[in-house]
């Protein structure tokens, strides 16, 4: 029985990794990662000095998922480019992930991995800020366009990017024709959290996060329909590009689906967040039971072959 899937010519020992910004801020717990049953692990989105976060609490369970505005809580890009040298490459892939304030700060930390020559994989996070008052990168297709090109001529190696979901179909139309005129970009990880939620506890008549005012990105089962649908649309109108799913996934039902709609590779946050990189040895083997039971020998067999009615 496979598991492994092929990621940029590489088989992944499994098709699991954490998602950015869960249980990867710090040495002790990238070395969880890298010790545990997952393929690939991706770090924290870095900026380029350290930065304490927002005040807590920031992050919430809530019944089917989970709550957060961490406010880019990391180490600052150095750390990570500290941890990318010593990381065992046979070991998993490691992604690294970069959420610059600027579009400065974006260059800067691209051309100081470039001259790190680490293997590490760039996954680009365009949830970054843009200029205040504006719209998040990913939802403003002008800056999108000019922060690939920067990138792309700033980077000389492929890099992914992540994006937030999207959810009218000319958006991904015109996200999708924008992502296929560079093709530095061989991969799109689908999706961050839905933004700016908010949830509310009955008893104190409270919202849950103390930062802005309790609004914060959604995670969780909440989001699995949303995720399965980005990864698919951009699976479809990327055919160039590999997808990396990520979103709802609890259980190897989730994993298998976000195989089935299109993606190489499957991420897993607020599951993560609650359970611990041992979930992976559990995703792993409700997978393989339910590619026994369906008598699929390898995921190719099955990838991206969703079938419509
Ligand atoms: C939302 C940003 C703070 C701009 C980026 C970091 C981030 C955070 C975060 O650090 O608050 N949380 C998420 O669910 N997704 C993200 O991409």
């Not at 989105?45 to 709550?67: A, K, V, W």
């Not at 490459?89 to 991995?113: C, M, R």
């Not at 492929?158 to 530095?184: Q, S, T």
Request: aromatic share 10%; proline share 5%.
């Amino acid at each position: 029985l496979d598991l492994s899937t092929f990621f940029l010519g590489r088989p992944l020992t499994a098709p699991l990794m954490n998602a950015s910004g869960v249980w990867c801020n710090v040495n002790s717990q990238l070395h969880a990662l890298a010790e545990s049953e997952a393929g690939a692990m991706v770090t924290k989105s870095c900026t380029l000095l350290r930065r304490d976060g927002n005040p807590e609490p920031r992050y919430h369970t809530l019944t089917m998922g989970s709550i957060n505005s961490m406010g880019l809580p990391n180490e600052g890009h150095q750390y990570y480019l500290d941890y990318a040298e010593r990381h065992d490459y046979e070991n998993k892939p490691l992604f690294f992930s970069v959420a610059g304030l600027t579009l400065d700060d974006n260059l800067t930390i691209v051309a100081q991995i470039q001259d790190a020559y680490t293997p590490a994989l760039l996954e680009l996070n365009l949830s970054c800020p843009n200029v205040p008052g504006k719209a998040q990168i990913a939802y403003d297709f002008d800056a999108l366009d000019v922060i690939l090109a920067e990138i792309s001529s700033a980077y000389s190696r492929p890099f992914g990017v992540k994006l937030p979901p999207y959810f009218d179909i000319a958006h991904f139309d015109e996200v999708a024709d924008i992502l296929n005129r560079y093709e530095k970009v061989n991969f799109i990880t689908c999706i961050n959290s839905i933004g700016n939620g908010l949830m509310i506890d009955m008893e104190s008549e409270t919202v849950l996060i103390k930062p802005k005012q309790g609004f914060g990105g959604i995670g969780g089962e909440y989001v699995l329909p949303t995720a399965l649908a980005n990864v698919n649309a951009f699976h479809q109108r990327c055919p160039k590009k590999s997808i990396i799913g990520c979103g709802g996934v609890n259980t190897g039902e989730h994993v298998f689906m976000h195989l089935l709609a299109g993606a190489s590779i499957v991420q897993v946050g607020t599951a993560l967040y609650e359970q611990g990189p041992d979930i992976f040895v559990r995703l792993k083997a409700e997978l393989a039971q339910i590619m026994q039971e369906k008598g699929y020998k390898t995921i190719r067999e099955f990838q991206g072959k969703l079938k419509t009615l």
